[in-house]
């Protein structure tokens, strides 16, 4: 399996844009890689996911026109820009890697420690 870091997670206000970073050491571009997130009390979602090997992006319908997912074959660098954040986008994301692209979060070996993402009114 892969090994991934997340980064970029930081403390904003409502309105502004993160760009957050996902390193995979031990990449493959037949893998899919995918943004998840938590919120405080909730069940993990997904938010993003990309075909490496293609040009296919999904997005989860509550988020898609605010958050953009990309992935750099040459830095094996998975990003996710998020703009327009809202208190409710606050959260721990994760990134994740698993053979074939799915919003089934049993079906991702892989996965960061995450990183925290704090939106303020």
């Known amino acids: 399996h892969v090994q991934l870091v997340e980064s970029g997670g930081a403390s904003v206000q409502a309105g502004g844009s993160l760009r957050l970073s996902c390193d995979a050491s031990?990449?493959?571009?037949?893998?899919?890689m995918a943004w998840f997130r938590q919120r405080p009390g909730k069940e993990r979602e997904g938010v993003a996911n990309?075909?490496?090997?293609?040009?296919?992006?999904y997005y989860s319908d509550s988020l898609k026109g605010r958050f953009t997912i990309s992935h750099d074959n040459a830095k094996t660098t998975t990003y996710l820009q998020m703009n327009s954040l809202k208190p409710e986008d606050t959260a721990m994301y994760y990134c994740?890697?698993?053979?074939?692209?799915?919003?089934?979060?049993?079906?991702?070996?892989?996965w960061g420690h995450g990183t925290q993402v704090t939106v303020s009114p």
């Open positions: 031990g990449y493959t571009d037949r893998d899919c």
């Open positions: 990309i075909r490496t090997a293609g040009a296919s992006e």
């Open positions: 994740a890697a698993a053979p074939f692209c799915t919003w089934s979060v049993e079906a991702f070996p892989n």
